[in-house]
């Protein structure tokens, strides 16, 4: 009988230990680290990294978790919660999280939703929809030198010749004046309103004046707006829309605050 009890005995014995180290990642100075710990750095990285954890990484994570409970209890020794340097520490962390809490609370009861996506989209296609003008240009600081040039490729000179050697816009000048395509509403009000005139192929007959200088125009090609499918940038615009939405709650609590 004596012999049954303490096969009995030991079979629980050993199944205990067996279910306490699996709950342990190690036991370090006769301190128990618990799996969650690893199991929540694990966590962490798969999360920030965008890849499942495997084993090979699990081991170097196991690792970490033991090194973390041997400084701790190194810490602890010293005292080192007790200094202000840590308290101020705590303070700051304790806030970060608590913060970064309340904005995912926030953004999981307010979320952008398809139907708010869908309704920017059309927002914006329909203030983009229309012509788009594959325009160049040629910028001078006079009058006289824009009908000079302008003389010049009336008498044969080739408009991009023309735009490399003297335009004074840097970014189209180096391209033969090529604005590449883009809606009239793209540019200043006096550049747009003679571009629009204009047909494919055609170049003003007179400069134009703006705040920049004396413009040339010419028309290369004109088109109906190519816009994105609402599919494509669906994702971009809820990002968007909710970095929005956040930074319209944060100035709300800031306003509500009273500050003295």
């Known amino acids: 009988m004596k012999h049954t009890l303490s096969a009995i005995t030991a079979a629980l014995l050993m199944g205990t230990a067996s279910w306490a180290a699996a709950q342990n990642v190690a036991i370090v100075n006769g301190k ?7 199991e929540a750095l694990a966590q962490q990285i798969a999360a920030s990294s965008g890849r499942p954890v495997d084993e090979a990484m699990r081991e170097q994570l196991k690792e970490e978790v033991i090194l973390r409970e041997v400084f701790m209890q190194e810490a602890q020794r010293r005292g080192i919660a007790n200094t202000a340097n840590f308290k101020t520490q705590m303070e700051l962390a304790r806030q970060t999280i608590m913060i970064r809490s309340l904005f995912a609370d926030w953004q999981e009861k307010n979320p952008v939703t398809d139907a708010d996506t869908k309704a920017e ?3 914006f296609a329909a203030a983009n929809a229309g012509k788009e003008y594959r325009a160049r240009h040629i910028l001078v600081d006079t009058e006289a030198e824009a009908n000079a040039i302008l003389a010049a490729i009336k008498g044969g000179a080739k408009f991009e010749d023309q735009a490399k050697q003297k335009s004074k816009d840097p970014g189209s000048g180096a391209n033969g004046g090529d604005l590449d395509w883009a809606s009239a509403s793209s540019y200043v009000a006096e550049f747009s309103e003679a571009m629009v005139k204009l047909d494919k192929g055609q170049m003003a007959d007179a400069p134009v004046k ?20 609402y599919d494509e940038v669906k994702d971009q615009i809820a990002q968007q829309m909710l970095q929005q939405k956040m930074a319209e709650y944060q100035h709300s609590l800031r306003e509500k605050a009273k500050v003295q």
Do not use: C, M, N
């Open 210 to 229: 703006s705040q920049f200088g004396w413009h040339i125009i010419r028309v290369d090609d004109v088109r109906e707006a190519q816009l994105p499918a």
């Open 121 to 123: 989209y059309d927002k």
């Open 32 to 38: 128990a680290v618990p799996t969650a710990r690893l």
